[in-house]
């Protein structure tokens, strides 16, 4: 399935009309990494052009800091199976939050910029491929965020990507995620 997904990306990413959503600048100045690592839940995807696709939408991500960046691991279920994403995610510039996302056994780079966070609740984000927008997500570190929080996080989406919406909850019917 993912291999699947990557692909239809790849082929996909011609037809956005989306530039310039990969700056460096975009993302978050000063960005700690430390204070970023450890668990996220997916809990909205938005302005959707090109899906990046992991099984029934119920994911989650633990990001552990190295030197460079984080190796992170994205835990989802495809068709009631658990599955296993890992990435290395390098720093693409000091002080900021564009990241280079190198899934491994893969032969595709994605970028991640992190739009904006407070670190203990929400994170705003979009990955992109070959400097275009594919995909924009809403993580949180509760499984179950409160309305403010996300409100909170649409609210910096809308105000930083153009075409934020629509919004799309990623329910999560599986329990040990």
Not at 34 to 61: E, L, P, Q
Request: aromatic share 14%; proline share 3%; charged share 25%.
């Amino acid at each position: 399935m993912v291999a699947k997904s990557i692909l239809i990306l790849l082929c996909c990413a011609a037809c956005t009309v989306y530039a310039d959503f990969c700056s460096e600048e975009k993302g978050i100045e000063n960005f700690s990494r430390k204070k970023f690592g450890g668990v996220w839940y997916f809990a909205y995807t938005y302005g959707t052009r090109i899906s990046i696709a992991f099984g029934d939408g119920c994911m989650k991500s633990d990001h552990n800091v190295t030197e460079y960046g984080f190796d992170a691991v994205l835990d989802y279920y495809d068709q009631n199976k658990r599955e296993k994403f890992v990435a290395a995610v390098p720093l693409k510039k000091e002080g900021g939050s564009y990241f280079q996302v190198t899934p491994k056994g893969q032969n595709v780079q994605l970028y991640s910029v992190l739009l904006e966070t407070d670190y203990k609740n929400y994170l705003t984000e979009y990955f992109c491929l070959y400097g275009e927008m594919a995909q924009g997500f809403i993580r949180t570190r509760s499984k179950s965020p409160s309305p403010e929080v996300i409100k909170k996080a649409q609210e910096v989406a809308r105000q930083r990507v153009s075409q934020a919406e629509p919004f799309v909850d990623l329910d999560c019917p599986h329990s040990d995620i």
